[in-house]
Structures are given as C-alpha cells and as structure tokens.
C-alpha cells in the first residue's frame, strides 16, 4: 500500500512538473480547472490561464490538456463512477515553484424516509381484488427518479409463495397495477424529482397487515482537500 501510494505522488509531482513547464514555455502563471462528470462521460472540462502579468488569455495547448487530465486522475479516479463529482483546481508558479490547490467533490446519495401510509379506500379495493387472482397477498417494489420509473415489480402471494397469474385476469391486475402505480406518483414528494427514490409497499386479505416503506434518495457532496508542490527545473526560464 506505502509503495502504492508513493508511485502516485510521484506520477503527480511527474505531471506537475510536465505542467510547469508547459506553462512557462506559453508565457503563463496561472492556471484554473473546474471539471464535473459521472458515468463514462467528463461532462464538463474547462481550464482558464494567466499569464505572468495577471492577464487572462486562452490557450488550446494539448500538453497543457494533457497534462491537467494526467494529473486529475492521479488526484481523483471516482469522479467518474456512477454517482460522479466534481472539483476546482488552482495552479500557479511562484519562483521555481509550481503549486496546485484542489478541492474535488464526490456525489454521494443518502436516503431519507418519508412518511407514508396506504388510503383506506385503496387498500379496500385490492384486498377484494386478491382471491379472484388467488392471491392472499400482493407486494410492490420501486425505484426511479427524474421523469422516469426505473423499476416497479408486482408480485402475487398465496401462503407466502408467489404465484404466477392466471388467463383471463389483465382487467383485474391492471386495476391494481394503476392503483398502486398513481399511490407512488402522487403520494410521496420526493420520487418524481431529479434525485428520485425507492419504496416498498404490501397489502393482504387481512386488513391489519399492510403497509408502505418509502425512502427519497438526497443528493449530498464530500469535499476533499489536496495540496502538492514541486521544483521547476532552472534552465526553463523562469526567474527566481
């Protein structure tokens, strides 16, 4: 693990380096990344530069990129995961030294429950829906977020063993499916927004034993701080 984590610092100090120079050889001070992504997609990636007299420029050097994505992956290899980030760099060169300061931040997702119960009246209506499917039980699990349902899986129940339907019962089904389906969309805030949630609901031919679990996924962020320096080489032109 110590030999691991050696190897990365010196690939950093590697690119900072590399970083440096190119820096110095386009006549640049200051350099800033933001950057977000998640998935397989970098869905923002922009660096802004100064140059050594405080002015701002663009520059579309690709040892410059290059360098800048070379050297994010030493810092962060899970901005790119499923659940992303997202992060601001700031470099500058003082003397013959090149600083960055970097603050990256990971998505995280957190449940929190949400109160719910089933209305009388829909319960009433499934659980006299049940024996003609011969069922005595039917459950429900979800998930989803946005504008969509990602899942929604409707399983009957006879004596604890889940039962395939029979022929002929679609218009039954179909009755508790949009029940169940309408319960979800309209009853629990946090579902249909962009971070979504997920929940389970049961309901018996026994009027005591029914009940609805739900929880809203909430969008959270953990910070991390780095700092990391390096010696420019002195034939690059930089004065101390």
């Known amino acids: 693990m110590e030999n691991m984590e050696t190897a990365v610092e ?17 006549g640049l001070a200051e350099l800033a990344l933001n950057y977000s992504g998640s998935g397989d997609e970098q869905d923002n990636f922009s660096v802004t530069c100064k140059t050594e007299d405080g002015k701002d420029v663009f520059v579309n050097v690709s040892e410059i990129t290059d360098a800048m994505e070379a050297l994010a992956e030493t810092v962060v290899d899970g901005y790119e995961n499923g659940n992303g980030g997202s992060g601001n760099v ?17 998505n995280v997702t957190e449940e929190s429950p949400e109160d719910t ?14 024996p003609a499917l011969g069922a005595d039980s039917v459950r429900v699990e979800y998930s989803g977020g946005g504008d969509s349902m990602d899942g ?10 889940e039962i395939a339907m029979p022929n002929g019962v679609e218009v039954l089904t179909k009755r508790v499916h949009d029940a169940l389906r ?19 609901m049961w309901i018996t031919t026994d009027a005591e034993n029914a009940g ?13 701080h780095y700092s990391f320096s390096a010696t420019l080489p002195v034939d690059q032109g930089v004065v101390a």
């Not at 010196?10 to 386009?26: C, E, F, I, S």
């Not at 929604?152 to 063993?161: E, F, R, V």
């Open 182 to 200: 309408n319960l979800i969309c309209n009853q629990v805030d946090g579902f249909w927004n962009d971070e979504g949630g997920r929940g389970e």
């Open 117 to 130: 119960s089933i209305p009388d009246e829909t319960a009433k209506m499934i659980r006299n829906i049940l």
């Open 90 to 106: 700031s470099i500058k060169i003082e003397n013959l030294a090149i600083n960055a300061e970097w603050d990256h931040f990971d």
């Open 10 to 26: 010196d690939k950093r100090t590697q690119t900072l380096m590399v970083l440096g120079v190119a820096m110095q050889k386009n």
């Open 152 to 161: 929604l899986d409707i399983t009957y129940s006879h004596k604890d063993l």
């Open 212 to 224: 609805w679990d739900h929880f809203n996924f909430v969008g959270a962020h953990e910070q991390t």
